[in-house]
């Protein structure tokens, strides 16, 4: 009796999005250009590789504004901070960059719009997630955090024709509709966002797991716990047809227990994880007979995001400066 064919499919896209990649570069670049240590406040994105990476470079991760030292350079991580953070960093002069993604500084403005014109915010998103905490920063007496379909009954709004909802850009899209159905059987008159706010990378991430799970008997996530994209990846997973699904961060962590009975094992990662996390995942599997690789492409990225902009600007004066240097050495 012939062994059964064992396989895994790939799902592309996968790994780093282009605001993950941005704020990673943009930290790399400061060590680069000040020296160490760069300061970061709380982890420039949710991967526990990457922030031990950096860590070895020199970056120092902390919690709050106020364990920076004064004068020194703060990164701000790709998930946003609230108004006040920009406000605490400049009373203890701080040299301040804004990894913010351009997509989540996107809501950060549109929440500012919507409650201008004095309206009712109803964030979609995890309470406590770094995300939603700078986004409510905006318009605090405006908005109110609505976490998740089952957290719809305890909205209350100030005039049901005057509401809008925003939401975290990583949440499951899914889930996010089926929040978004509920309000607006409370408030028929809901209006929504000027354009998507879950972003590119977690639709495309999500419908690539969609269109694998079907076809795999276990799922494996590259991710960590606290990546919200991550975590959402498994549990889309399992609810479009794998058998069985996993976060991990490291190859090592699989249990070999996962594969009992299992022929196809599907394989993506979330938005910050690095790719070559991955590829210890494809050797480790190989090594245990899933040797063939098929990758599922159901998207095509190309967006790029420049660095920020004061990164930006030191950057160019560094090379100007070189540049006269080089100029006066030759004359």
């Given at each position: ?138 318009a605090p007496a405006h908005i109110q955090l609505v976490d998740g379909p089952d957290d719809v009954p305890n ?177």
């Open positions: 009796m012939t062994e059964p064919r064992k396989r895994v499919l790939l799902a592309a896209p996968r790994g780093y999005c282009a605001g993950v990649d941005r704020a990673v570069v943009a930290v790399e670049k400061a060590l680069d250009l000040y020296g160490a240590p760069v300061y970061v406040r709380k982890q420039i994105v949710h991967n526990k590789h990457v922030v031990m990476t950096l860590e070895k470079r020199g970056a120092i991760f902390v919690d709050e504004t106020d364990e920076v030292p004064e004068g020194a350079t703060v990164v701000f991580s790709a998930h946003g901070v609230a108004p006040s953070v920009h406000e605490e960093a400049a009373r203890l002069s701080l040299k301040t960059i804004d990894a913010t993604c351009p997509l989540v500084t996107k809501v950060h403005h549109e929440a500012v719009r919507f409650a201008a014109d004095d309206f009712d915010i109803l964030l979609i998103g995890h309470e406590g997630h770094e995300e939603v905490v700078g986004t409510a920063g905006e909205v209350n709004v100030r005039d049901p024709e005057r509401v809008v909802w925003l939401s975290q850009t990583t949440l499951s899209v899914d889930e996010t509709m089926e929040t978004v159905r509920r309000l607006r059987e409370r408030f028929p008159a809901l209006q929504d966002p000027p354009s998507d706010d879950i972003c590119y990378a977690t639709q495309n991430r999500q419908v690539a797991v969609k269109q694998i799970a079907p076809q795999v008997d276990l799922m494996i996530v590259v991710g960590s716990t606290n990546s919200s994209n991550s975590v959402r990846l498994v549990e889309v997973a399992i609810e479009h047809g794998s058998k069985d699904g996993h976060l991990v961060d490291y190859a090592d962590e699989i249990d070999e227990a996962w594969l009992d009975g299992v022929t196809s094992v599907g394989l993506t990662s979330g938005a910050s994880v690095p790719e070559v996390l991955v590829r210890d995942v494809l050797l480790w599997l190989a090594e245990r007979g899933y040797g063939e690789v098929d990758e599922v492409v159901s998207a095509q990225e190309s967006l790029l995001f420049s660095l920020p902009r004061e990164l930006r600007r030191d950057l160019k004066a560094a090379e100007a400066a070189k540049a006269a240097k080089g100029a006066d050495a030759l004359t």
